[in-house]
């Protein structure tokens, strides 16, 4: 008996045949393009619908289904046969990661039905980074099939273990704001809330960090060389994105303006999407990112006369707009890309965003109903006069109107405390690139500015200070107000950093808004940092507890505190991070041949190069300890607790000082590392190309980890949360999260030192004023650093007037000796290895307020106002039942009678195909959508 589809050959190319139903029913659209002798055969669309669904099964997680469709996808995708596979293990990779592509789409497209026919409000998540990390391997966890492709692939003699490696981490996103953004897709879509995330797909990550002679050197991050087989590339998805030109200005005949923008370049917006699976529910989201290419590809007269250089030029200068994350803007050229890349990224979302709306013809006023849309920093402000401009311009609504709709749909979270982080962009660039928006931002400031004046009237200050215009020293568009004009909600991202922007950042804009203003604390998904980076860890926590529901309730840890003195635990959670320091020291080893002892404190501190951070305060720490070391007699070093500092992170490219603090780390690093003397009581390590799969093995790995930037600068911090999730004790100030989760875990498993923020502009008077005693160790260690005592470099000097001299804006030496103490501690307490586990235990089970669970559900119940949506999962029949019933063959189509020699095979015998007893077991399980066009299926 054939089980294939019959295929005809016709003039006017191949047909697929099905039998047809009832000729008087609603035909399929194939019926209009069939030759007339085969009309009678074409099925209606119902039974048409019914054969899909039958066809589109879900797929089987049985080891030999997914056996069958690796080979397929390595046979019909990637050209291999067995021989060359299973040489290539990247390869297999692909092959792989398109098998758990195919579940995810089946889950992700019913998903999106699913919130379709339930008529459901969305948020859309505006971030221009998304550092998502490997797919791999946190799909197979999401998806519970970690233990099914483990066993087929090994029947295909392929050890799933050695693929993850062979997965490049996708170059989406720098630092905190990006994994933020990773955390909270993963929450939605296991918290079943209906979202989409809105990005660009980067050609060239951030960069790739070298060390080249302790300097970091910047080299192309092309991590899409080998593809990604995670995305979907949707061609079908484009939108024309219009940049420079100019404005005409209309009165028509009732006077009213009319603008229009005409003329300038335009670039193409293309679609690419990477589905999002929740864990333990079969809700799977969307990443929607957006690549640019050129409107017109080739200039094919240019080409003829011989320039082909002027021939490509279009499609160069289009493509470069996401060529790479955050170009340098030191330049005018740099800048201009920057607004470029930032208004390209939103006009093509913002129209997505209207086209599924459309979609259910409602009115626009009901918009803020249906949509929410959250801006992650300042970057995709400029969504909001886009969403304006068309608005007014192309749907014709009046200009109040549109401001409400405005209201409605905008939220806006702030992710910094630093003047210079706040987004400015020269009015007369965003004029020349973008004039119907600087028109637009114009006149929202007006009206802004006439109700600050009814507020405060005649208090030209205010005025001057709330403006969206700043007019001095260069005329510029500040984008966090307009971002907070436009909003109905702006919030911050730790207790601390929101109490210091509504009291001192933006304090008149709280008083001119109240309620506005108000904090979300940030959090981590504990699927990635801890289910996934940490696998000895959770099943340990799991066994103790008896259950895994912490991981989609992360409060459920707080239960480990009942168990924190049991001995066993105690060696178990030991024998975990042993574990897991002696996989990082064989990494190191490989990775940059130096030898770091398991035995030794893991002290790690892996974040973005940055003086406030102050790796400086940390790296002369080390030189000072390294000085202690070498003046100890052997009895005294005995005693010594030997000690691995890790440093990891990345300096922007135009970050002076902090590529020379890099510098030093370095130049540290390898005196301390062949100084034979000091046998391994120091160890100093720089982790080049730090990302996040460098931080799923630091992190499970570390003893104590340093969050000590200078008292209210760091908004919040995530890799703090990361760090105590996985038993990490922290050493750090009061400073972003770090006071919450002393809160939490209780400031005895902590190790805080360092002047609060309350009393930061003090001490920096004071120090400006040279009225700052210094301490004599610091003073000690600033005189070894300047002499080279770890090596000189020409750049040495200026590093060191960065702290002396009156300069020390970030308040290393005010801090300084409460840091000494504190070290001192961290040594004491970890030579009771019992006390040091018990209080290991005590950070782990006092997260649970830290998950990015709670911090999306805070979003949704006091900004967006989002209710979840848990979709069905897929619906299972029994087919032998459908079989004898012969269901199929009444419901699509009877038997063929007879169309020529060449068909004679039913609709039955192709439906079969995914029924197959081998295959199927019996049951099968459909998708929701079966139920879209007939009930036939509530009869199975």
């Given at each position: 008996?054939?089980?294939q589809?019959i295929t005809?050959?016709t003039p006017?190319?191949s047909h697929?045949?099905f039998?047809?139903g009832d000729?008087?029913?609603?035909?399929s659209?194939?019926?209009f393009?069939?030759?007339?002798?085969?009309?009678p055969?074409i099925?209606?669309?119902?039974?048409?619908s019914?054969?899909?669904a039958l066809?589109?099964s879900?797929?089987?997680?049985?080891?030999?289904?997914?056996?069958?469709?690796?080979v397929?996808?390595a046979?019909y995708?990637?050209?291999?046969?067995?021989k060359?596979?299973?040489?290539?293990q990247?390869q297999?990779?692909?092959?792989m990661?398109?098998?758990?592509?195919?579940?995810?789409?089946?889950?992700?497209?019913d998903?999106?039905?699913?919130?379709?026919?339930?008529?459901v409000?969305?948020v859309?998540?505006?971030?221009?980074?998304f550092?998502?990390?490997?797919?791999?391997?946190?799909?197979?966890?999401?998806?519970?099939?970690?233990d099914n492709?483990k066993?087929?692939?090994y029947?295909?003699?392929?050890d799933m273990?050695?693929?993850?490696?062979?997965e490049?981490?996708?170059?989406?996103?720098n630092?905190?704001?990006?994994?933020?953004?990773a955390?909270?897709?993963?929450?939605?879509?296991?918290?079943?809330?209906?979202?989409?995330?809105?990005?660009?797909?980067?050609?060239?990550?951030?960069?790739?960090?070298?060390?080249k002679?302790?300097y970091?050197?910047?080299?192309p991050?092309?991590?899409?060389?080998?593809?990604?087989?995670?995305e979907?590339?949707?061609?079908?998805?484009q939108?024309?994105?219009?940049?420079y030109g100019?404005?005409?200005?209309s009165?028509?005949?009732?006077?009213?303006k009319?603008y229009?923008?005409?003329?300038?370049?335009?670039?193409i917006?293309?679609a690419?999407?990477?589905?999002?699976?929740?864990?333990?529910?079969?809700?799977?989201?969307?990443?929607?990112?957006?690549?640019?290419?050129?409107?017109?590809e080739?200039?094919?007269?240019?080409?003829?006369?011989?320039?082909y250089?002027k021939?490509?030029?279009?499609?160069?200068r289009s493509?470069?707009?996401?060529s790479?994350?955050?170009p340098?803007?030191?330049?005018i050229?740099?800048?201009?890309?920057?607004?470029k890349?930032q208004y390209f990224?939103v006009s093509?979302t913002?129209?997505d965003?209207l086209?599924r709306?459309?979609k259910?013809?409602?009115?626009?006023?009901?918009l803020p109903?249906?949509?929410?849309i959250q801006?992650?920093?300042t970057?995709p402000?400029?969504g909001?006069?886009e969403?304006m401009r068309?608005?007014l311009?192309?749907?014709n609504?009046?200009?109040?109107?549109?401001?409400t709709?405005i209201?409605?749909v905008f939220s806006?979270?702030?992710?910094?405390?630093?003047?210079?982080?706040?987004?400015?962009?020269?009015?007369?660039?965003?004029?020349?690139?973008?004039?119907?928006?600087?028109?637009?931002?114009?006149?929202?400031?007006?009206?802004?500015?006439?109700?600050?004046?009814?507020?405060w009237?005649g208090?030209?200050?205010k005025?001057?200070?709330l403006s969206?215009?700043?007019?001095?020293?260069?005329?510029?568009i500040r984008?966090a107000h307009?971002?907070i004009?436009?909003?109905h909600?702006?919030?911050?991202?730790?207790a601390i950093h929101?109490?210091?922007?509504?009291?001192q950042?933006?304090?008149?804009?709280d008083?001119?808004?109240?309620?506005?203003?108000l904090?979300?604390?940030?959090g981590?998904?504990p699927?990635?940092?801890?289910?996934q980076?940490?696998p000895g860890?959770?099943?340990?926590?799991?066994k103790?507890?008896?259950h895994?529901?912490?991981?989609t309730?992360?409060?459920?840890l707080?239960?480990l505190?009942?168990?924190v003195?049991?001995?066993?635990?105690?060696v178990k959670?030991?024998?975990?991070?042993r574990?897991?320091k002696?996989?990082?020291?064989?990494?190191?080893?490989?990775?940059?041949?130096?030898?770091?002892?398991s035995?030794?404190l893991?002290d790690?501190q892996i974040?973005?190069?940055?003086e406030?951070k102050?790796q400086?305060l940390?790296?002369?720490?080390?030189?000072?300890?390294?000085?202690?070391i070498?003046?100890?007699?052997?009895?005294?070093?005995?005693?010594?607790?030997?000690?691995?500092?890790?440093?990891?992170?990345?300096a922007?490219?135009?970050?002076?000082?902090?590529?020379?603090i890099?510098?030093l780390?370095?130049?540290?690093?390898d005196?301390?590392?062949?100084?034979q003397?000091?046998?391994?009581?120091?160890?100093?390590?720089?982790?080049?190309?730090?990302?996040?799969?460098?931080?799923e093995?630091?992190?499970?790995?570390?003893?104590i980890?340093?969050?000590?930037s200078?008292?209210?600068?760091?908004a919040?911090?995530t890799?703090?949360?990361?760090?105590?999730l996985n038993?990490?004790?922290?050493?750090?100030?009061?400073d972003?999260?770090?006071i919450e989760?002393?809160?939490?875990?209780?400031e005895?498993?902590?190790?805080?030192?360092g002047?609060e923020?309350?009393?930061v502009?003090g001490y920096?008077e004071?120090v400006q004023?040279g009225?700052?005693?210094l301490?004599t160790?610091f003073?000690?260690v600033?005189?070894?650093?300047r002499?080279?005592?770890?090596?000189?470099?020409?750049?040495?000097?200026?590093?060191?007037d960065?702290i002396?001299h009156?300069?020390?804006?970030?308040?290393?030496s005010?801090d300084w000796?409460?840091?000494?103490?504190a070290?001192?501690l961290?040594?004491?307490t970890?030579?009771?290895?019992?006390?040091?586990?018990?209080m290991?235990?005590?950070?782990?089970?006092?997260m649970?307020?830290?998950?990015?669970?709670?911090?999306v559900q805070?979003?949704?119940n006091?900004?967006?106002?989002l209710?979840?949506?848990?979709?069905p999962?897929?619906?299972?029949?029994?087919?032998s039942?459908?079989?004898a019933?012969?269901s199929?063959?009444?419901?699509?189509?009877?038997a063929?009678?007879?169309?020529?020699?060449?068909l004679?095979?039913?609709?039955?015998e192709?439906?079969?195909?995914r029924l197959?007893?081998?295959e199927?077991?019996?049951v099968?399980?459909?998708?929701?959508s079966a139920f879209?066009?007939?009930?036939?299926?509530?009869?199975?």
């Amino acid at each position: 008996m054939s089980t294939q589809p019959i295929t005809i050959n016709t003039p006017r190319g191949s047909h697929l045949i099905f039998q047809g139903g009832d000729s008087s029913e609603e035909r399929s659209n194939l019926a209009f393009s069939e030759p007339d002798e085969y009309r009678p055969f074409i099925p209606s669309k119902k039974n048409a619908s019914i054969l899909w669904a039958l066809l589109s099964s879900y797929l089987s997680n049985d080891e030999v289904a997914i056996q069958k469709l690796f080979v397929q996808h390595a046979e019909y995708d990637l050209s291999q046969t067995y021989k060359l596979i299973s040489e290539d293990q990247r390869q297999q990779y692909v092959s792989m990661a398109l098998c758990l592509r195919d579940r995810l789409i089946e889950r992700w497209k019913d998903t999106e039905l699913y919130f379709e026919q339930n008529h459901v409000k969305r948020v859309y998540y505006l971030s221009l980074e998304f550092l998502m990390g490997r797919s791999l391997q946190n799909s197979l966890l999401n998806l519970d099939l970690d233990d099914n492709f483990k066993r087929a692939l090994y029947g295909l003699g392929i050890d799933m273990e050695n693929l993850f490696d062979k997965e490049s981490d996708p170059g989406l996103g720098n630092g905190g704001l990006g994994r933020l953004a990773a955390c909270y897709l993963d929450s939605l879509a296991t918290m079943n809330y209906p979202a989409w995330g809105y990005g660009l797909r980067y050609k060239y990550g951030l960069f790739m960090q070298k060390v080249k002679e302790g300097y970091q050197i910047e080299a192309p991050d092309f991590w899409l060389r080998h593809g990604n087989p995670w995305e979907i590339p949707r061609l079908d998805i484009q939108y024309e994105i219009k940049l420079y030109g100019e404005v005409i200005e209309s009165i028509g005949e009732n006077g009213e303006k009319s603008y229009e923008w005409n003329g300038g370049e335009t670039v193409i917006a293309v679609a690419y999407d990477v589905p999002v699976p929740g864990y333990d529910t079969y809700n799977t989201i969307n990443l929607r990112l957006w690549s640019a290419t050129a409107s017109n590809e080739f200039d094919l007269v240019s080409f003829n006369q011989g320039d082909y250089i002027k021939a490509i030029e279009n499609k160069h200068r289009s493509e470069t707009i996401t060529s790479v994350l955050y170009p340098n803007d030191n330049t005018i050229r740099g800048k201009e890309l920057r607004l470029k890349q930032q208004y390209f990224f939103v006009s093509a979302t913002i129209r997505d965003i209207l086209v599924r709306f459309k979609k259910k013809e409602y009115p626009l006023e009901e918009l803020p109903e249906f949509v929410s849309i959250q801006l992650n920093d300042t970057h995709p402000t400029l969504g909001v006069p886009e969403l304006m401009r068309i608005l007014l311009d192309e749907e014709n609504l009046e200009w109040s109107e549109a401001w409400t709709i405005i209201n409605g749909v905008f939220s806006y979270t702030n992710h910094t405390v630093l003047p210079e982080a706040l987004e400015k962009w020269p009015v007369a660039m965003l004029g020349h690139i973008l004039p119907r928006h600087l028109g637009i931002i114009y006149k929202i400031n007006h009206q802004f500015l006439e109700l600050v004046e009814e507020r405060w009237p005649g208090d030209v200050d205010k005025l001057s200070q709330l403006s969206i215009i700043e007019e001095f020293p260069q005329k510029s568009i500040r984008m966090a107000h307009l971002a907070i004009i436009a909003s109905h909600h702006v919030n911050g991202v730790a207790a601390i950093h929101s109490q210091i922007i509504k009291n001192q950042m933006f304090n008149l804009f709280d008083e001119l808004y109240p309620g506005k203003f108000l904090n979300v604390t940030n959090g981590v998904t504990p699927r990635r940092w801890l289910n996934q980076s940490n696998p000895g860890l959770s099943k340990l926590i799991s066994k103790v507890l008896d259950h895994n529901k912490w991981l989609t309730d992360l409060s459920l840890l707080e239960e480990l505190r009942e168990h924190v003195d049991d001995e066993k635990l105690q060696v178990k959670w030991r024998r975990v991070k042993r574990a897991n320091k002696e996989k990082l020291a064989e990494i190191i080893q490989n990775k940059l041949g130096i030898y770091i002892p398991s035995d030794a404190l893991y002290d790690v501190q892996i974040k973005r190069l940055h003086e406030y951070k102050r790796q400086f305060l940390n790296i002369l720490y080390v030189i000072w300890r390294y000085r202690q070391i070498k003046g100890m007699s052997d009895e005294e070093r005995a005693d010594v607790v030997p000690r691995v500092v890790i440093f990891g992170g990345k300096a922007a490219p135009g970050y002076y000082m902090a590529k020379l603090i890099i510098k030093l780390i370095n130049n540290a690093a390898d005196t301390i590392n062949n100084d034979q003397d000091i046998d391994n009581l120091l160890k100093v390590v720089f982790y080049p190309n730090y990302n996040v799969s460098a931080a799923e093995i630091l992190i499970p790995a570390s003893d104590i980890s340093q969050h000590i930037s200078t008292a209210g600068m760091e908004a919040s911090g995530t890799s703090n949360m990361k760090f105590a999730l996985n038993g990490g004790l922290i050493i750090g100030t009061l400073d972003g999260a770090n006071i919450e989760i002393r809160e939490e875990i209780g400031e005895e498993n902590m190790f805080i030192f360092g002047a609060e923020a309350d009393e930061v502009a003090g001490y920096r008077e004071k120090v400006q004023k040279g009225e700052i005693e210094l301490d004599t160790t610091f003073q000690e260690v600033i005189d070894l650093v300047r002499n080279g005592y770890v090596g000189y470099f020409n750049e040495l000097p200026q590093l060191i007037d960065s702290i002396t001299h009156n300069n020390d804006w970030y308040l290393l030496s005010v801090d300084w000796a409460g840091y000494l103490s504190a070290q001192e501690l961290v040594d004491e307490t970890y030579k009771n290895q019992d006390l040091w586990t018990k209080m290991s235990i005590l950070s782990t089970a006092g997260m649970g307020k830290f998950s990015s669970d709670r911090s999306v559900q805070d979003y949704a119940n006091n900004i967006w106002n989002l209710e979840p949506n848990k979709r069905p999962g897929p619906v299972t029949v029994d087919t032998s039942k459908m079989s004898a019933e012969d269901s199929i063959a009444q419901s699509v189509s009877p038997a063929i009678q007879s169309v020529g020699s060449s068909l004679h095979s039913s609709t039955l015998e192709i439906a079969t195909v995914r029924l197959d007893q081998h295959e199927a077991k019996v049951v099968r399980s459909f998708s929701p959508s079966a139920f879209e066009e007939t009930d036939q299926f509530s009869k199975w």
